[in-house]
T-cell receptor
Framework: DAGVIQSPRHEVTEMGQEVTLRCKPISGHNSLFWYRQTMMRGLELLIYFNNNVPIDDSGMPEDRFSAKMPNASFSTLKIQPSEPRDSAVYFC???????????FGPGTRLTVL | AQSVTQPDIHITVSEGASLELRCNYSYGATPYLFWYVQSPGQGLQLLLKYFSGDTLVQGIKGFEAEFKRSQSSFNLRKPSVHWSDAAEYFCAVDLSGNTGKLIFGQGTTLQVKP
């Protein structure tokens, strides 16, 4: 199994630009999670989906952030417009129907200049 | 407020020495408890988890953790640390009963001296 796949691994952009982060969960998993990791705030859950439906987006910082899961094998996290304070590592994780364990991708390191 | 606390931000131990990383949670009931490890530039990997039953759980890489209800703690231990254990360790709780919505502690960075 390839594990959770995230792309790109690194993204450098300028303030005001749109950023799209992508995630392919492990095949057969039906829950998908987006996290943000910063030195100041640690690991924060942004949003999670179950069977492609957003269940809890209370962690999404503001309207500039949006996430979609059009099908069971793909999800995006979009930031528009991006700001320097969005610089962080963004992780995607997925878990199987029986729940419990989340499997994390390698993360996308985002730098907004 | 419900929270997870890892009191030690950074710990250094000598290779071969024993290790204990502390984790405390603040919650009325017993949550689902997890320990994850993150190597530099990598995602998080599950070491072990506790849902119910035996309060001493065994994980991968020789790690174990003990749930103590009276202390609201779930400390991670390893009898003999290897240089490859140097990483960041996160304690996490699922307060909603295995929904997958995890709250993470701030993490403890482990450095291993030769």
């Amino acid at each position: 199994d390839a594990g959770v796949i995230q792309s790109p691994r690194h993204e450098v952009t300028e303030m005001g630009q749109e950023v799209t982060l992508r995630c392919k969960p492990i095949s057969g998993h039906n829950s998908l999670f987006w996290y943000r990791q910063t030195m100041m705030r640690g690991l924060e859950l942004l949003i999670y989906f179950n069977n492609n439906v957003p269940i809890d987006d209370s962690g999404m910082p503001e309207d500039r952030f949006s996430a979609k899961m059009p099908n069971a094998s793909f999800s995006t996290l979009k930031i528009q417009p991006s700001e320097p304070r969005d610089s962080a590592v963004y992780f995607c994780a997925s878990s199987p129907p029986e729940g419990d364990t989340q499997y994390f991708g390698p993360g996308t390191r985002l730098t907004v200049l | 407020a419900q929270s997870v606390t890892q009191p030690d931000i950074h710990i250094t131990v000598s290779e071969g020495a024993s290790l204990e990383l502390r984790c405390n949670y603040s919650y009325g009931a017993t949550p689902y408890l997890f320990w994850y490890v993150q190597s530099p530039g990598q995602g998080l990997q599950l070491l072990l988890k506790y849902f119910s039953g035996d309060t001493l759980v065994q994980g991968i890489k020789g790690f174990e953790a003990e749930f103590k209800r009276s202390q609201s703690s779930f400390n991670l231990r390893k009898p003999s640390v290897h240089w490859s254990d140097a990483a960041e360790y996160f304690c996490a709780v699922d307060l909603s009963g295995n929904t997958g919505k995890l709250i993470f502690g701030q993490g403890t960075t482990l450095q291993v001296k030769p």
